[in-house]
């Protein structure tokens, strides 16, 4: 055994062995064993789900869009008196010509919302000391 | 066999699967069965690992890219399996792997589907007494006569490495011999 050296001798198998006839069931064997494919499905169900997510989806666009605009008008929505200024610096118009666009039961209805009653009349004009000026002049 | 493309894609048709894979099992069954078999040296756990691998081959084989053959994939999953095989078993039984080589090797005296003279048994013996990659390298070389290219592919080391790792194996193997 001095000179041994695989090279030179005849390969040496492993001297393993099967049970007789154990390649011919292994693959029966394996075969069993594999999960089987399932054929696919398409749920009903789920493609019903995602039409009632898009229903609910428009439903709520449907819904959110008016209040949406409604919100946002209110919003910009200006007090009376910054109207008023706006009005009276910004515009154009003369106070003639407002009076000219105002036909007679427009200034009955502004006399009507002026009205104030005679008590309150007599009163202010006891308490001014100039009434008697206004009077002579 | 055929173009391995469209080999792989009739193992994912549902309708021509089971043909196909039964091709498969007929075509590596035995060289899988050896290169398992010198791993875990009994028969009826290589019998299990080789059950396991199959299995496995056919549950990845649809994430199977293409990148290597499909020869080189399949010995890559066993074996990855049967290492793991062995690992495992050395774990439960309290001992090193190498221990558990030494053990198994000494059984196959008794086994009845080994069926070695002296000097199989010796080289049995040397093989496990070599280092884990150096036994996979031999048995690979030696006993399966795998490439070194394809050696290369299935266990992801250079060939150059391989071929030292065979070199150094034959040594160890020659001198154990010389002195047992």
């Known amino acids: 055994m001095n000179d041994f050296k695989l090279d030179n001798e005849p390969r040496i198998s492993s001297g393993f062995t099967t049970p007789d006839g154990y390649f011919d069931s292994f693959s029966e064997k394996v075969l069993a064993q594999l999960p089987q494919q399932e054929p696919k499905v398409i749920s009903i169900f789920s493609s019903k789900k995602t039409w009632y997510y898009a229903i609910a989806a428009v439903l709520v666009l449907m819904i959110s869009i008016p209040l949406y605009t409604r919100y946002a008008t209110n919003n910009e929505e200006v007090d009376d008196a910054t109207l008023e200024n706006y009005i009276a610096y910004h515009s154009t118009i003369s106070e003639d010509e407002i009076v000219d666009l105002l036909n007679q039961e427009d200034l009955d209805k502004m006399k009507m919302e002026l009205h104030v009653d005679d008590a309150a009349i007599e009163e202010t004009l006891k308490s001014n000391s100039n009434l008697e000026e206004y009077l002579i002049d | ?180």
């Open chain 2, 1 to 180: 066999m055929q173009d391995e493309k469209d080999f792989i894609q009739e193992l994912l048709n549902p309708k021509t699967q089971n043909s196909a894979f039964q091709k498969l099992l007929r075509e590596y069954q035995r060289p899988l069965y050896n290169h398992i078999r010198n791993i875990v040296l009994n028969h009826d756990d290589a019998d299990d690992v080789l059950q396991n691998t199959f299995i496995k081959v056919f549950k990845y084989l649809k994430d199977f890219k293409g990148d290597s053959k499909l020869f080189s994939w399949m010995y890559r999953i066993a074996t990855n399996e049967a290492i793991t095989f062995i690992n495992q078993k050395a774990k439960r039984n309290g001992t090193t792997s190498e221990a558990l080589q030494t053990k198994l090797v000494d059984n196959l005296k008794a086994d009845v589907y080994f069926d070695g003279n002296e000097i199989q048994f010796k080289l049995q013996k040397a093989i496990a007494a070599l280092p884990e990659k150096q036994q996979l390298v031999f048995k690979m070389k030696y006993y399966e006569e795998i490439k070194y290219e394809d050696m290369s592919e299935i266990l992801g080391t250079s060939v150059g490495a391989l071929k030292a790792s065979y070199h150094h194996a034959v040594k160890k193997i020659e001198e154990f011999v010389k002195n047992n």
